[in-house]
């Protein structure tokens, strides 16, 4: 995307930025793509044999996650510089709400995964992997502010959760 506005910044754009202006759709599309991701994901894990209380919540949280990513692509951010808008509280809200929603289903469903026999040898790199989403999530969170590298930590928290993701996905289908 940076390649498409050359003009953001990384350090100071967060990637919902590129949802804004004449590639827009290329970023709408991206979060899109998450969300089917994410929902596809529950029905992976679904299929895969959990169901306890927490897997439940775990993938409840994912689906709103996955609903809300769908929010942030129908909403674009309002860039920094720009005058707020009712989309872009919308699209800001959306992200809050996507990114803890996010958190917690990690958390959960790496917890579900010590209960599942098939999954335990999983789990120690889950953790890991869920730790440093946290992580990401509060040095993201913690240079939210005019003059924070905050378009550099946004990209490190979705590298990690894609890593997250990722490894989960493959290691679900080996199963």
Not at 8 to 30: E, K, L, N, P, Q
Not at 105 to 134: D, K, N
Not at 150 to 167: A, M, P
């Amino acid at each position: 995307m940076h390649v498409l506005h050359p003009d953001y910044t990384m350090r100071t754009h967060m990637i919902s930025d590129y949802a804004v202006g004449r590639y827009g759709w290329v970023m709408t599309t991206w979060f899109i793509a998450m969300s089917c991701g994410c929902q596809m994901l529950v029905f992976g894990l679904a299929r895969s044999g959990l169901k306890t209380l927490l897997f439940k919540v775990g993938a409840g949280l994912l689906c709103v996650a996955s609903i809300g990513l769908l929010v942030s692509a129908f909403f674009p951010t309002d860039l920094e510089e720009a005058t707020s808008t009712h989309t872009g509280d919308i699209h800001a809200l959306s992200f809050l709400i996507n990114i803890v929603s996010i958190n917690l289903s990690m958390i959960f469903l790496t917890i579900c995964f010590r209960s599942h026999p098939r999954r335990r040898s999983y789990q120690r790199i889950a953790i890991v992997l869920t730790l440093l989403v946290v992580i990401t999530f509060f040095i993201q969170f913690f240079t939210l502010h005019r003059g924070a590298p905050y378009g550099l930590t946004n990209r490190l928290f979705f590298v990690v959760l894609f890593v997250w993701f990722f490894i989960t996905l493959i290691r679900l289908r080996r199963l």
